[in-house]
């Protein structure tokens, strides 16, 4: 009985040893389990956090290469917009806009009527104009001529006196629409033709001395220190003279379809007007070289007032 008993104790006191160690086994594996989990988690997380630092590095690099880049557009167009401010309006900005201005909205009956020079008693039908009154302002209504030559059958500057003279002008151009040119071609040797109004004159006469057309001239502006080269630079003007109403209206499309700005016609002047605007009228090509004329005309009339306003 007591050998039983004392193996019945060793037995027990085995079983516990074995109990022990297999829960110690256990509890060892449960650590070392929960170590494995901890370090794969923790790896992770580290792996994590690596990968979110290096990608906020490299999204502060990109935001920093972005930055930069739109200081250097910000720099490009700063600099473009100082070369803007810097880009002066020029005299001819001015000039083309004053042209503009003048030509855009005038009707094709004012513009053909620009391309003709006539004396003030053709234009009036008056034997001599001596004052500009309600008679030379309705005919520039009806006529919108481009400028007013006095010949030898107008009143006389030197005869007249300065300010006498002056005082037509000045009358013309307060009844006229539009900015005139005053050409004297009387044969008179007047000092300083200006100081009557007189604002152009022809030069170097000579041409085709044909029955239709008679003369052609450069007609420059009057020289003075605000002359600009535009006006320098003259427009042609043919001297039309016909018998017939026919032939002059002919002469006058010949002449200005060769190159003429300017028809200079004394006598016959409605006919050839109201001739003139027939042909051109509803001819788009024509009516696109008579805004072309147009322009060339008007930029030598507001060549020196551009000069002087862009200073």
């Known amino acids: 009985m007591a050998d039983k008993r004392e193996l019945s104790r060793r037995e027990l006191r085995k079983k516990r040893r074995i109990r022990n160690q297999i829960l110690a086994y256990s509890s060892f594996c449960v650590i070392l389990v929960a170590l494995l989990v901890g370090i794969v988690l923790g790896g992770r997380t580290l792996y994590t956090y690596i990968e979110e630092k290096h990608q906020e590095k490299v999204l502060a690099e990109e935001l920093a290469a972005m930055e930069e880049s739109m200081s250097s557009v910000e720099a490009e ?5 100082a070369e803007e401010v810097v880009e002066e309006y020029t005299e001819d900005d001015l000039l083309k806009d004053m042209v503009d201005a003048s030509i855009g909205e005038m009707s094709i009956e004012d513009r053909v009527a620009g391309l003709f020079l006539t004396t003030p008693e053709t234009l009036t039908g008056v034997g001599k104009v ?44 307060a009844r006229s629409k539009y900015p005139l040119f005053f050409i004297l071609d009387n044969g008179e040797e007047v000092e300083d033709v200006s100081g009557y109004g007189i604002n152009m004159e022809f030069e170097d006469k000579s041409g085709n001395e044909s029955r239709s057309v ?40 010949q002449a200005w379809e060769n190159g003429a700005d300017l028809l200079y016609v004394p006598d016959k002047f409605a006919e050839a007007y109201e001739g003139l605007l027939a042909e051109i009228q509803g001819n788009s090509d024509r009516e696109g070289r008579l805004r072309d004329s147009m322009e060339r005309i008007y930029r030598m009339k507001y060549a020196n007032r551009a000069n002087v306003e862009g200073e």
Request: aromatic share 4%; with cysteine.
């Open 77 to 81: 167009e700063d600099e473009t917009e």
């Open 130 to 173: 001596t004052v500009a009154g309600d008679g030379m302002e309705k005919s520039l209504a009806e006529y919108a001529v481009g400028g007013l030559v006095f010949t030898e059958k107008s009143v006389s500057p030197l005869s007249l006196g300065q300010e006498k003279f002056g005082e037509i002008v000045s009358g013309t151009v």
């Open 214 to 253: 008679f003369r052609t001239a450069m007609l420059p502006e009057l020289m003075n220190e605000t002359t600009s080269e535009e006006a320098a630079g003259g427009l042609t003007t043919a001297l039309i003279v016909a018998d017939s109403e026919e032939d002059i209206v002919a002469a006058c499309l």
